[in-house]
Structures are given as C-alpha cells and as structure tokens.
C-alpha cells in the first residue's frame, strides 16, 4: 500500500514561531503537493514539487515556504506563523512520466492551531 | 483555466436510497476526473477517476460516477446509500497539457449524510 506519513496529528504553536510540517512517501513518487483545508474553502494549494530540489507556488503561498531535499520528504515551513494559519494541512503524492493521471495519495493530515 | 463547481454543500438521503453528489468542471484541454472521500479526521482517500473510455467508471464502496462531456459533468453516484457512506467528497480536475500537468483543481467539497 502506498503510505504517506505526516510528522504530526496535531500541532500547537504560538504566533510568531517557526514552524515544520514534514511528510514522507515509500512509493518514489515524483510529485508531492501540500494543501490546507479550511471549511467552507475546501482544499487550496499552497506548494508543488515535482522533483528534488525543485518547487513551483500554488494558489496561496504567502507566508509558507518548502524544502525538499531529498525524493521522499517534502517539508512545509512556516517561517513566522500567525493565527490565520491554523488549519489543517493535507500533503500528497504522486508519481509521473506516462502516469500524468495518476491519483495522488494524501497522508492523515496535521490540524495546526496558532495560538 | 481550471476549476470545479460543486454546487450542493451539503446532500441528505435516506439509507438504501439512491444517492447523487454533482460536479461540473472547466478544464483546458481534455479532463482527467477524480473523487476522493474524507472521513472525520482523515485525509482524503481515492474512490475513482476517470482517464478515457466509458462514460461510466466504477470505483470502490460500490460507488461510480458518469462522464458527460456535453455538459461538462462528472455526477458521483451509488444505486444504494449505507449510513457508513456519510463523508466529505470532493471532486476533482487534471488538464491532459500544459506545465501544471500534475497538480489537481478540487472542487469545495459536499457533505454526504445518510440518515438510518
């Protein structure tokens, strides 16, 4: 089965804190993808990458950053969190080449509360 | 541009009724169509996608949807609601070209209940 694993549930920090999400991959996905979802808003992209060391912006990106330095880990970063950042973030991977339609696969998400 | 609508927030059916959950799409290019469910407190989970083909693609939990190009549809579907079905679903869009090939358009989403 494929898995991905985010590095927490659940998440409380305060504002101003810097902040890491991790997720991680075992099926040699190429692309991975991090979301929040707010309801109401439904899922809202906030970065893609399709390869290592590669990242392109989603939809909302401000005030998040990402890493990704190896194949199977895509980490999200908060540099200055803020209260209208909690939420909860949803990370996904999938593969690519000749797949381009492949499904993506979606880790149990971390609710994140800035308090 | 890409987009999905799903125009019902929320849909209420009986069990062992029939069940629908709509989505429209605006793709450029042709569409590549998914649904995903979510349960409280989980990400989302795959229950079928549409690539080419028949119009009508069967997916797990005994779900299926049909593709209607004409009027840019996508309608999740099962014959026979179960109260264990009352979930999140969302739909959503893939183009077939351009640069954002692998990232995925998701519709709001529409709360299913099924009442026993």
């Known amino acids: 089965d494929v898995k991905v694993t985010q590095s927490s549930r659940y998440l409380v920090k305060r504002t101003g804190e810097k902040v890491f999400l991790e997720c991680v991959q075992d099926m040699d996905h190429e692309n991975m993808f991090w979301y929040r979802q707010d309801p109401g808003l439904g899922l809202r992209l906030i970065y893609f990458?399709?390869?290592?060391?590669?990242?392109e912006k989603g939809d909302i990106p401000e005030g998040y950053s990402v890493s990704r330095e190896k194949k199977e880990r895509f980490s999200l970063i908060l540099e200055s969190a803020s209260t209208n950042q909690t939420s909860m973030y949803l990370c996904a991977s999938s593969g690519a080449g000749t797949g381009a339609y492949n499904e993506q696969f979606f880790g149990p998400g971390t609710r994140l509360t800035v308090l | 541009a890409q987009s999905v609508a799903q125009p019902e927030d929320q849909v209420n059916v009986a069990e062992g009724n029939p069940l629908t959950v709509k989505c429209t799409y605006s793709?450029?290019?042709?569409?590549?169509l998914f649904w995903y469910v979510q349960y409280p407190n989980r990400g989302l989970q795959f229950l079928l996608k549409y690539i080419t083909g028949d119009n009508l693609v069967k997916g797990s939990y005994g779900f299926e949807a049909e593709f209607n190009k004409s009027q840019t549809s996508f309608h999740l579907k099962k014959p026979s609601a179960l109260v264990s079905d009352s979930a999140l679903y969302f739909c959503?869009?893939?183009?077939?070209?351009?640069?954002?090939?692998?990232?995925?358009?998701f519709g709001r989403g529409t709360q299913l209940t099924v009442w026993p």
């Open positions: 959503a869009v893939r183009a077939d070209r351009g640069s954002t090939l692998g990232r995925l358009y």
């Open positions: 793709v450029s290019g042709n569409p590549y």
């Open positions: 990458s399709y390869d290592v060391k590669m990242k």
